[in-house]
């Protein structure tokens, strides 16, 4: 069993920055790849980055690669999400994964290939 607990969200105005974090506990071997998720209100979880213990093997949505950058620190079972000059458009829960699959799977982009899910942090960007 894995519990994922996110920190960092909050306010912050068009252009700023925040760093969220996800504190995992529990068998490594069930975070051998995480990822972030966000949502708004009525509409479905968007993938935004993943991360894989081996390499490591980073991919995110098209639309986000330059402004946010996953890492993780697997000696402290923490991973980040840095986002920068943020847009209101960003406004949303974030919500940490993960699964003990590769990013080989064909689904890791999806929800469906994560097992465990941190409880979000809300980001709202306005000014």
């Known amino acids: 069993q894995v519990q994922l607990v996110e920190s960092g969200g909050g306010l912050v105005q068009p252009g700023g920055s925040l760093r969220l974090s996800c504190a995992a506990s529990?068998?490594?071997?069930?975070?051998?790849?995480m990822a972030w998720f966000r949502q708004t209100p009525g509409m479905a979880r968007e993938f935004v980055a993943y991360?894989?213990?081996?390499?490591?093997?980073?991919s995110y949505a098209g639309s986000l690669k330059g402004r946010f950058t996953i890492s993780r620190n697997d000696a402290k079972n923490t991973m980040y999400l840095q986002m920068d000059n943020l847009e209101p458009e960003d406004t949303a829960v974030y919500y940490c994964?993960?699964?003990?699959?590769?990013?080989?799977?064909?689904?890791?982009?999806?929800?469906?290939?994560?097992?465990?899910w941190g409880q979000g942090t809300q980001v709202t960007v306005s000014s």
């Open positions: 529990g068998r490594s071997s069930e975070t051998h790849t």
């Open positions: 994964a993960a699964t003990s699959r590769t990013s080989l799977a064909a689904i890791i982009l999806t929800e469906a290939a994560y097992d465990y």
């Open positions: 991360i894989n213990r081996s390499g490591p093997t980073i």
